[in-house]
């Protein structure tokens, strides 16, 4: 399955209401930014690629991609890639900023933030525009489940695309790279599973060519090949 841990937070008291610390907690506008304009994954959100030059960037992209077969998931379990969601994975953005990923995810994301009292770091309320479904979750504590933390690449997938033979800190920098970290949906993230694009794409058809083009971004960064399939149905959300 994907690695998604639910955004459940410590108990609090009196909460406070705060903007988000740090750059690439906001886009200037308040909206996502496309992943062509965001290839380090710092700024919020997954915006639609929809002009004509940027599809065909979008598809030149997807083309470098390697291709194998999916292998075994022999010896896969989440701890070979760390804890979640350390910030200890040095040579990956927000690494060693005294706050977890899984929290400086939801800063970057999340709007009309709200954090627990006394802390800049951990969020306890926060409204999410969510990329895979189009839909505005208002996030609570309380209801923990309703958004979670996806890993773009699954790393399971990942696992039998070659990250087995992986040393362990770059296993540990690829589940804490906010280049392959989105706060979505529960449900979804649960109905893709450890899915490749062949398998699985968001169900707002508006953003699957920018999920495609995420999805490839993170294989190139970490040299990972995917599937002929995958890349097959990548290119053809995008116009190809």
């Known amino acids: 399955m994907s690695a998604a841990v639910l955004l459940a937070v410590p108990g609090c008291g009196a909460l406070e209401d705060g903007a988000a610390p740090g750059a690439g907690a906001a886009a200037p506008d308040g909206r996502s930014v496309s992943p062509l304009e965001n290839p380090d994954g710092t700024e919020p959100g997954l915006a ?11 598809r030149e992209l997807i083309e470098g991609l390697a291709t194998k077969g999916r292998g075994p998931g022999t010896g896969y379990d989440r701890d070979e890639f760390g804890y979640a969601w350390m910030d200890t994975a040095d040579g990956v953005p927000f690494a060693r900023n005294g706050c977890d990923t899984r929290n400086d995810l939801i800063r970057r994301d999340g709007q009309n933030l709200r954090f627990r009292s006394g802390s800049d770091c951990v969020v306890v309320s926060m409204t999410l525009a969510d990329p895979y479904t189009g839909k505005e979750i208002d996030w609570r504590k309380r209801d923990a489940a309703e958004v979670q933390i996806d890993h773009v690449v699954p790393l399971s997938y990942a696992w039998r695309m070659g990250a087995s033979r992986w040393p362990e800190d770059k296993r540990e920098r690829f589940a804490n790279d906010p280049l392959n970290l989105l706060p979505v949906e529960g449900r979804a993230n649960a109905a893709k599973g450890d899915s490749g694009p062949a398998s699985w794409l968001p169900p707002d058809r508006r953003i699957r060519c920018a999920y495609a083009v995420r ?10 090949p995917v599937t002929a ?12």
């Open 48 to 58: 639609p690629v929809t002009d004509p030059g940027e599809r065909a960037e979008a």
């Open 229 to 240: 399939p995958d890349k097959s149905m990548m290119i053809r959300q995008c116009g190809g």
């Open 215 to 224: 999805f490839a971004q993170v294989a190139l960064e970490y040299e990972l």
